[in-house]
Nanobody, 129 residues
Framework: VQLQASGGGVVQAGGSMRLSCSAS????????IAWFRQSPGKEREFVAV??????????YYLDSVKGRFTISRDNAKNTAYLQMNNLKPEDTAVYYC?????????????????????WGQGTQVTVSS
């Protein structure tokens, strides 16, 4: 599967932005989709993940974005989203979407890079104070 992240830009603190992750290839609905971010001088960090099926599946968030960010997916459109509200300057980063087929063992490591075999190119999000 090939992924393309889009929707980044510049927003003032307190504002909102929605990122999209469009996928090409078959069986998009069978992949877990995650968002990671990387700020200059920092390691890439996990932001959110949604399992292949919202119904009965899993959604996890980085603690610092809980209540502000919402991950979702539309399997009919082969697209996943990250709705970001109440943005803060510390949310400034390049945001990447990733996909993987996680088994029960890999779900224990959902917050690491390892379970995700496919990555998009990243989209820059800048939050000004």
């Amino acid at each position: 599967v090939q992924l393309q992240a889009s929707g980044g830009g510049v927003v003032q603190a307190g504002g909102s932005m929605r990122l999209s992750c469009s996928a090409s290839g078959r069986a998009f609905s069978t992949y877990a989709i995650a968002w990671f971010r990387q700020s200059p001088g920092k390691e890439r960090e996990f932001v959110a993940v949604i399992s292949w099926s919202r119904s009965g599946g899993y959604i996890y968030y980085l603690d610092s974005v809980k209540g502000r960010f919402t991950i979702s997916r539309d399997n009919a459109k082969n697209t996943a989203y990250l709705q970001m509200n109440n943005l803060k300057p510390e949310d400034t980063a390049v945001y990447y979407c990733a996909a993987g087929v996680l088994d029960s063992r890999e779900w224990a490591h959902y917050y690491t890079d390892t379970p995700y075999g496919y990555w998009g190119q990243g989209t820059q999000v800048t939050v000004s104070s």
